[in-house]
């Protein structure tokens, strides 16, 4: 669904994303971890084709409506700038699928707003509600975008716990029913119960890329986030916990 | 109340305030005399009719509409409530076209020396707020060009008037700059349709694009829009409606400003909604106060410019007043 090769972003002349190459197909969760400045969005960013980058992405060739219609694209900034309707706001996700689809739209929308626990909301105004109400809003409006794959930057950093775990629930309900997620994300212990796969980025480069328990190793964590942590396969599935920073 | 509500609404208040610009009038003809003259146009009250109050009348709907739907635009494409129309220059340049036209004595030699100055005035602010802002700038960058374009225009036109030939002239150009309806004809309204009706036709087709920015430049890039396409169509739509506007009116403030701010929460902020009902909008306030021109002062020539910006300005700081303890 998404095919990345040897892609680069350069910033002046640093290259911020550093010829990487990845897949992600049908079925995944990918969690997007890294220190700050790693290059996380910009890796996104240049998925999308929203960046000038070198190496291909499979979806900035696209044109930008059939882009649309692959991919769906989250930022961090979580930007509404009138006081849209919530039911308006999410609704927006169905641009890209043109007019002639007005009566799928209204209910992918009704669906997204269901998904996201909107349902009591869809008349307030977006910009009335807290940011985390916002962020599921927005999160919403990906949904009914209805495009196989999502690329989310942070979208449950400034969540409370429930949501949290609802969004990454509904990100795993969507790559059930056949798409895919990639979220950059800093909560580990939520990147390695919920993701199927974790891709680490350190200082521009993909580092490393495998399953969680593979992934998050004493000896990665110490190298890229300068951490050491406490990490149990439990009956409920993995569980993580950083306990101290280590020299840098 | 629906949105379909809205716009009918809005547009009946037009088509009266319309019909109403046509009957009220210093001449003082009956209504029903003003009708039929206007329908034969014979005799003197034909010709006030037909010469004097349609084209009037036209260019208030025109200029209005200009106003209002440019102002909503550019408020969509900055996603902010302060944005007006005259932002990006063009106004700021075809007062520059104008005065020019004045100073020069241009103006005398035919009718149309003046507007078309104007135009070119608009055209030439155009094309150097589109090379100072290149073609891949955001919107900031558009502000800021906008901005100095203006100065530069207003440095110009102020320039234009310190070396004015006689106090006439200098009159001439600071009465022509507040802005005004009277006097206008067919010829004038001739010149002004076609580019307000292109521009109107560019504005109205950026609705998707400027809903999508309502969720920041990157969410709508990654919807599939062109945010190059939507700013050349931004830029081209306003200068196009703007330039005619300020070629047949001169400096008219506030209604731009003002008018999306009125309608936005009744057509439920969405920006595609706003566009058509501000443009009526602005033709109905506009109309009005072209018609309040001529009821408060009949005998003074009150200039349109003057009584938008006295009614525009306070309510403008209204406004910010409340924004800022919305905060």
Not at chain 1, 216 to 231: G, K
Not at chain 2, 97 to 104: C, D, F, P, S, Y
Not at chain 2, 185 to 211: E, K, N, Y
């Amino acid at each position: 669904m998404l095919e990345l090769e040897n892609l680069t972003v350069l910033r002046g002349e640093c290259p911020v994303v550093d010829r990487v190459s990845a897949q992600v197909g049908p079925g995944e969760v990918i969690g997007l971890i890294g220190p700050n400045g790693a290059g996380k969005t910009s890796l996104l960013r240049g998925a999308m084709g929203l960046l000038a980058h070198r190496g291909d992405s499979s979806l900035s060739a696209l044109d930008p409506m059939a882009r649309a219609r692959a991919a769906a694209w989250l930022p961090q900034a979580r930007e509404i700038a009138w006081g849209l309707s919530v039911a308006d706001l999410v609704a927006l996700g169905r641009l890209p699928h043109g007019r002639d689809q007005a009566t799928r739209g209204a209910a992918a929308v009704e669906e997204a707003l269901r998904r996201m626990g909107l349902d009591n909301y869809r008349d307030r105004a977006a910009t009335q509600l807290s940011g985390g109400e916002q962020a599921r809003v927005l999160i919403a409006r990906a949904l009914a975008q209805e495009s196989p794959l999502i690329l989310a930057d942070e979208p449950i950093a400034g969540l409370d716990p429930a949501a949290q775990i609802a969004t990454m629930q509904v990100f795993t309900a969507h790559a059930q029913a056949g798409g895919a997620v990639v979220t950059s994300l800093h909560d580990l212990g939520l990147a390695a119960r919920h993701c199927t796969r974790l891709w680490v980025m350190d200082r521009g480069r993909l580092v490393a890329d495998g399953a969680p328990g593979e992934v998050l190793t004493e000896a990665l964590l110490a190298q890229v986030f300068h951490i050491r942590a406490h990490f149990k396969n439990t009956p409920e599935g993995p569980v993580f916990q950083p306990l101290s920073t280590l020299g840098v | 109340m629906s949105y379909r509500t809205i716009l009918i609404l809005l547009s009946v208040l037009c088509a009266v305030l319309f019909a109403a610009s046509l009957l009220i009038g210093p001449s003082g003809i009956s209504p029903l005399h003003g009708l039929s003259a206007l329908i034969s146009g014979d005799g003197a009250a034909g010709l006030v009719m037909r010469e004097l109050r349609l084209p009037r009348a036209i260019l208030g709907i025109g200029v209005g509409a200009a106003l209002g739907l440019s102002g909503a635009a550019m408020q969509g494409f900055l996603r902010n409530p302060l944005a007006e129309p005259g932002l990006i220059g063009t106004s700021a340049g075809a007062a520059l076209g104008a005065v020019i036209a004045i100073q020069t004595g241009l103006y005398a030699l035919f009718a149309l020396a003046l507007p078309l100055a104007a135009l070119a005035g608009a055209g030439v602010a155009v094309a150097l707020i589109l090379i100072l802002a290149g073609r891949e700038g955001r919107a900031l960058v558009l502000i800021l060009a906008g901005i100095a374009v203006s100065a530069l225009a207003a440095a110009a036109t102020a320039l234009v008037l310190n070396l004015a030939p006689s106090p006439y002239a200098a009159a001439e150009i600071v009465f022509w700059m507040m802005g005004s309806l009277a006097d206008r004809s067919m010829t004038h309204v001739a010149l002004a349709l076609p580019f307000l009706i292109v521009g109107a036709l560019i504005l109205l087709r950026a609705g998707a694009g400027l809903d999508a920015l309502s969720l920041g430049e990157d969410a709508a890039a990654s919807m599939g829009i062109s945010l190059k396409r939507l700013r050349l169509q931004i830029v081209f739509g306003t200068a196009l409606m703007v330039g005619a506007a300020t070629a047949v009116a001169g400096a008219i403030g506030f209604v731009g400003l003002v008018v999306p701010h009125l309608l936005r929460k009744s057509v439920g902020a969405r920006p595609s909604r706003l566009l058509p009902a501000s443009a009526l909008g602005g033709a109905a306030m506009l109309t009005l106060a072209d018609i309040a021109t001529r009821v408060i002062a009949p005998e003074r020539d009150l200039k349109l410019g003057v009584l938008t910006a006295l009614v525009g300005a306070p309510f403008f700081l209204s406004m910010i007043r409340k924004m800022g303890r919305e905060g």
